[in-house]
Every structure is written in structure tokens, then in C-alpha cells.
């Protein structure tokens, strides 16, 4: 059983940069797509990343300021954020599928395991 465990979020001025974290136990992160979404209060999760062993891809908000990569050995996605906005301000999830896609439409769909997610507040 894959459990995920989100860090990293915390309270950052407009203009600046987190890295979130997504560390797994339980299994190896080899065979499974990750993804990373987030809900912003009042409003539904939305998709912002994803990466499998082939690809990555972002939402069309976050492009060009995110980058999601991962280190299989240490059982570890990361989601470095820069360039943060107010709009980013969100509870920020990691889920994983096992040999899932990684496509543009970055949706729930196939996502077996969920962390509790991590705060990101972005003030301007």
C-alpha cells in the first residue's frame, strides 16, 4: 500500500519561491505517474502537474513558473514553484496511479493514492 506524505508549503510574498515535496512509503515510486493538484478555497481541485517516466506536464496557469521532477530512489516528487501568485494560493495534494498517463488534461482519473495535501499562501 503507497502511502504519500506533502511538505513544504508554508506563508511566501508574491514574487517568491517553495518547493513542495511528495515522499512515499510503503512501495517504490518506480511504476507510478504522480501528479500534483491543488483547491484553492471555494473552489473545485484542479490539476497543475503530472510526470511519469516518459513526461511532464503542467497546467496552462503554472507554465513556465513550476517544475515537477522526481528521485525514484528516494521515493520523491518534488514540485518546485516560483514566481508564486495570490492565485496560487491553494491546499496543494500529490496522487499517484500506477503506470498512469501523464497528459495534458491533468485529471483525477486513475490517481489510487492521495497525500492529506500542504498549505501554500501566497500574499501580495
Not at 510526470?51 to 517544475?67: L, P
Not at 501568485?85 to 488534461?105: F, I, N, Q
Request: glycine share 12%.
Amino acid at each position: 500500500q503507497l502511502q504519500l506524505v506533502e511538505s513544504g508549503g508554508g506563508l511566501v510574498q508574491s514574487g517568491g519561491s517553495l518547493r513542495l515535496s511528495c515522499a512515499a512509503s510503503g512501495s517504490t515510486l518506480n511504476n507510478y505517474g504522480i501528479r500534483w493538484f491543488r483547491q484553492a478555497p471555494g473552489k473545485e481541485r484542479e490539476g497543475v502537474s503530472c510526470i511519469n517516466s516518459e513526461t511532464t506536464n503542467y497546467a496552462d496557469s503554472v507554465k513556465g513558473r513550476f517544475t515537477i521532477s522526481r528521485d525514484n530512489a528516494k521515493r520523491t516528487v518534488y514540485l518546485q514553484m516560483n514566481s508564486l501568485k495570490p492565485e496560487d494560493t491553494a491546499v496543494y495534494y500529490c496522487a499517484a496511479g500506477y503506470r498512469s498517463l501523464c497528459l495534458r488534461d491533468i485529471s483525477e482519473l486513475g490517481m489510487a493514492y492521495w497525500g492529506k495535501g500542504t498549505l501554500v499562501t501566497v500574499s501580495s
